[in-house]
């Protein structure tokens, strides 16, 4: 089998492993009430979820 003729250094592997943090998250608006939300979460604004009501949220008057 081939084997890579150096090894990586340790700043390049750390490198290579860090990068996973700045992949930014998928916001999307909530059909419901518009707020931005993650995708495939339930919308924290209103309680819904894929059309459905899946936590009862309060209203502060």
Do not use: D, F
């Amino acid at each position: 089998m081939a084997q890579p003729k150096r090894r990586w250094s340790k700043e390049r592997t750390h490198l290579r492993r860090s990068t996973w943090k700045l992949e930014a998250k998928n916001i999307v608006e909530c059909p419901k009430c518009h707020e931005a939300v993650e995708s495939h979460k339930v919308c924290k604004n209103c309680g819904y979820y894929n059309g459905k009501e899946v936590i009862k949220v309060e209203e502060n008057a």
